[in-house]
């Protein structure tokens, strides 16, 4: 097999503001792995905040391609990516690329959706939530109409207008809300409070209220919230699930955070013997990573998976939304073409 990859800026539609600050764009890399005439697309999404960059992306493909050459298809997939992980810790979203493109590639050998490699049920796929970020109220109210085809909002807090924002969405829509805080609440206290408020508001749940490290407040909270919260930050690979259960009901997987399908998948299954529910998110990425998280969407109670609308140089097309709904194609892999370049 052969590993090719180059990098990209993805430019949003608007600046999008959450509580780790304001950015109008994200850097990705793209990646393609050919083998027999069929090539396997991935993508690596690198939010700042998360520590990877274009360099430190691009210098792990470089040493990960001695690994693929070595392997003449993908078929021992689960082997390849145990190695690829063992070439450095970190390096999350630069090994979900791998990952992703390995899972389009063996998909299309096979002719077969990644969502029938995981035994999905393509009916039952979760409705997205379509994200408002933290704005002045006009501007959430002409983002509410750009997303009224949507069942659910999910909303951006930070703890400065918290409650301004929920009376401005609540004055121009009744549908269910999500919440994600991003670690955005000082303490225990007050995060008990808003939830108490919030939960008179058509509140699914609330993702992340405090810092990810904090784990006895995180418990504290659990025991004492009318809503469920869920753990983003807390929570990026298998081995971290264990010590997030009983400090949250739910769990944020993310290809990004856990390198990709074949360890989310894994940890679906954990997450599911603990009892926790499922949310199955995404970072600012092409319809290329998001049609990948979307091939094990029917195993999640929910899904945050809008990032490729809020981009406006989406290069993939992929898996669409019926007001909202995931709705898988019958494309093998996981369900995404590239587009022409822009
Ligand atoms: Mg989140």
Redesign the pocket.
Known sequence: MKLTFAPHTLHFKRPFKIAHGIRSSTPIALIEIECEGQTGYGEASMPPYLGETHETVISFLRNSGDIISKYSNPFELGNIINEVDAIAPGNTAAKASLDIALHDLKGKMENKSCWKMFDCNKDNTPYTTYTLGIDEPEIIKQKIKEGESFKYYKVKLNGENDKLIISTIRSATDKPIAI?V?QGWKNKYIALEMIEWLSNQNVLFV??PLAKENLDDAHWLYERSPLPIFA?ESVQRFNDIEKVSGCFHGI?IKLMKCTGLYEANKMIKRARELNLKLLI?CMSETSCAISAAAQLSPLADYADLDGALLVKNNLFDGIEFMNGKITLNELPGIGAVRKLEL
């Open positions: 994600d991003n993702e992340q983003d944020n998110g």
